[in-house]
């Protein structure tokens, strides 16, 4: 079982690009998290799905979009990259307890 | 508004020695809280979780507490390998089903010298 993947790992934009980053998980759960870890602040959410179908956002949504695409994958895009948005990003599951994909090293020039 | 507090930001100690993390919060209604390990480039797995009853567990040479009357929680690691060097993230959750229940820690940075 591969858990919780992540693509890509690592990925440079310039302002005003577009990209999307990828999740998926094999462990059959019913909660996605993505969430951005920024040096010397805790993990902030910015958009969770409860289930297939359903969005909502959390505490650092702006300029984030997400799409939940299926149980399996659930996808987060930058429409308009910026500066800002230079963070890791990190997707995650959760039954009883979080488990976290490996993160995607974003950075915006 | 919910707060983790985490201490000290960061920690050298050398290979063989004991350390303590501490972890302070204003979460409530508490429901439990968690401490994960995040090694360098990779995302957090879990180490411990600790509901209000509970006031001390262990995962090998890890030992969490937690006081839930001061709402204070310590990880202890004893006898330190080099493996341990990492980030320590301590997650508290509020007594929620919705997605705003987990509060993280901004971590504390341990690094294991030789």
């Known amino acids: 079982n591969a858990g919780v993947t992540q693509t890509p790992k690592f990925q440079v934009l310039k302002t005003g690009q577009s990209m999307t980053l990828q999740c998926a998980q094999d462990?059959?759960?019913?909660?996605m998290y993505w969430y951005r870890q920024d040096p010397g602040m805790g993990l902030r959410l910015i958009y969770y799905s409860a289930s297939e179908g359903t969005t909502d956002k959390g505490e650092v949504p702006n300029g984030y979009n997400v799409s939940r695409l299926n149980k399996r994958e659930f996808s987060l895009r930058l429409e308009s990259a910026a500066p800002s948005q230079t963070s890791v990003y990190f997707c995650?599951?959760?039954?009883?307890?979080?488990?976290f994909g490996p993160g995607t090293r974003l950075t915006v020039l | 508004k919910n707060q983790v507090e985490q201490s000290p930001q960061s920690l050298i100690i050398l290979e063989g020695k004991n350390c303590t993390l501490q972890?302070?919060?204003?979460?409530?209604?508490?429901?439990?809280l968690r401490w994960y390990k995040q090694d360098t480039g990779r995302g957090p797995v879990s180490l411990t979780i600790m509901t209000f009853s509970e006031n001390t567990k262990s995962n090998g040479r890890y030992t969490a507490t937690l006081d839930a009357d001061t709402k204070q929680s310590s990880l202890h690691i004893t006898a330190s390998q080099l493996s341990d060097s990492a980030s320590y993230i301590c997650?508290?959750?509020?007594?929620?089903?919705?997605?705003?229940?987990?509060?993280f820690g901004s971590g504390t940075r341990l690094q294991v010298q030789p």
């Open positions: 972890c302070n919060y204003t979460v409530s209604p508490f429901s439990n």
């Open positions: 997650v508290v959750s509020a007594v929620d089903t919705g997605r705003r229940a987990l509060t």
């Open positions: 462990m059959n759960h019913n909660s």
């Open positions: 995650a599951t959760r039954y009883n307890e979080q488990f």
